[in-house]
């Protein structure tokens, strides 16, 4: 077997890790299991599960049209527990689409956090440990869909099109998905540290 470290390159540029801080503006729960829209809260209880009770919750889920590779139903990992939103990159969807304003529970955001530059960007692999001991592990970054912007087309009735618009718009600022590391509460106005892992580029011998 090939030694592949030996052709390593060069120039492979290593981002070493580190971290930012923020700040939980926002936590909000599912009033019933089958509603897509979320109710802000002042305290959430996150299990290894998730949230109890949350449409979303569970060790498994079942494949949809994020996971063309698998028939639709099929049984896999539960890595999209909870939805994590910036304040910031929300008002940068609300200015794109020319609406007054965009929020979280519209769109079934659990966790909405303030100061973490380019929160969507965050690379997968990222561990946010929140003041109070929990820790919610980055699968990666919340494609927009049109059945969320269907939900925000719904406070503004006047505006055609809105369903649409969300997706165009808000690509790559739609906030992360992740599964709990380590269960615990989270409260409005605790801190939060994300642990940005080493990164580089991952090209395969040409």
């Known amino acids: 077997m090939a030694d592949h470290l030996v052709s390593l390159p060069d120039d492979l540029r290593v981002t070493r890790k580190f971290k930012l801080s923020g700040q939980v503006e926002g936590v909000f729960g599912t009033p019933a299991i089958d509603d897509f829209q979320t109710l802000p809260v002042d305290r959430l209880e996150l299990t290894f ?16 049209g994020r996971e063309p590779w698998y028939p639709r139903g099929t049984e896999m990992c539960n890595e999209r527990q909870i939805s994590i939103l910036s304040v910031e990159e929300l008002g940068i969807i609300a200015e794109r689409m020319e609406i007054p304003d965009l929020k979280s529970e519209w769109i079934g955001g659990n966790i909405t956090l303030s100061g973490v530059p380019n929160l969507s960007l965050v690379p997968p692999r990222t561990r946010l440990v929140f003041e109070g001991g929990l820790v919610i592990r980055v699968d990666g970054d919340n494609a927009p869909c ?4 269907a939900a925000i087309a719904k406070n503004y009735p006047d505006r055609g099109g809105l369903d649409l618009l969300f997706a165009q718009k808000a690509r790559r600022l739609r906030g992360l998905v992740g599964y709990i590391e380590k269960p615990g509460a989270v409260l409005v106005g605790e801190a939060v540290t994300a642990h940005i892992p080493e990164q580089w580029i991952y090209q395969p011998d040409s």
Not at 146 to 149: D, N, P, Q, S, Y
């Open 146 to 149: 049109r059945f969320a912007g």
């Open 49 to 64: 599960e998730g949230i109890p009770g949350d449409r979303h919750a569970g060790f498994t889920r079942k494949s949809g």
